[in-house]
Nanobody
Framework: QVQLVESGVGLVQAGGSLRLSCAAS????????MGWFRQAPGNEREFVAA????????YFADSVKGRFTISRDNAKNTVYLQMNSLKPEDTAVYYC??????????????????WGQGTQVTVSS
């Protein structure tokens, strides 16, 4: 059974930092491209960041570029989202997602096969 479990629920002030983790089980994690998405109330789910299965390639939405980083530890079956200089508009439920890929590439759209349950991030002004 495939599971993606996010952690790092947080309430943080604007300008602060928070790190989200997503632990994968039931899969060969090192064969999966991983991504982070978010959904704010009343909004559609949007892409935040992606990382290739080796970790050698990353990609970010313009709204978070320069503030967020994505990384992974294939030995721990975990992907991370480090969020710095947080803004109130970063408030959302954050989801991690996984997609098996035949080689090292990025998946930046919503075509992921597996999704976590989401974790709330609230940034106060």
């Amino acid at each position: 059974q495939v599971q993606l479990v996010e952690s790092g629920v947080g309430l943080v002030q604007a300008g602060g930092s928070l790190r989200l983790s997503c632990a994968a089980s039931g899969r060969t994690f090192s064969r999966d491209a991983m991504g982070w998405f978010r959904q704010a109330p009343g909004n559609e789910r949007e892409f935040v960041a992606a990382i290739s299965r080796s970790g050698g390639m990353t990609y970010f939405a313009d709204s978070v570029k320069g503030r967020f980083t994505i990384s992974r530890d294939n030995a721990k079956n975990t992907v991370y989202l480090q969020m710095n200089s947080l803004k109130p508009e970063d408030t959302a439920v954050y989801y991690c997602a996984a997609k098996p890929t035949p080689f090292d590439l990025l998946v930046t759209g919503p075509s992921y096969d597996y999704w976590g349950q989401g974790t709330q991030v609230t940034v106060s002004s």
